[in-house]
């Protein structure tokens, strides 16, 4: 009995956050896609970039991450 309502909880939590997780992936995939580009035209800005993306994860709050998504 509790697990069904698990289910059905965790199911209906996924759905509700699936169209923000899907647009976020897109953005993602969008922003990879330019640095791909960016990194046969000029690697060193490309390096910068890898630089303030690893800053970022630093300072990640997984609290904050999980109020935008939902």
């Known amino acids: 009995m509790f697990d069904k309502l698990m289910?059905?909880?965790?199911e209906s939590a996924t759905s509700a956050c699936m169209p923000k997780?899907?647009?976020?992936?897109?953005l993602r995939k969008a922003?990879?896609?330019?640095?791909?580009?960016?990194n046969r035209s000029d690697p060193t800005e490309v390096e910068a970039w890898f630089d303030?993306?690893?800053e970022k994860l630093d300072r990640v709050d997984v609290k904050d991450l999980l109020n935008k998504i939902s």
């Open 7 to 10: 289910d059905r909880l965790l």
């Open 21 to 26: 997780l899907e647009e976020m992936a897109e």
């Open 31 to 38: 922003e990879l896609l330019q640095v791909r580009e960016k």
């Open 52 to 54: 303030r993306e690893i």
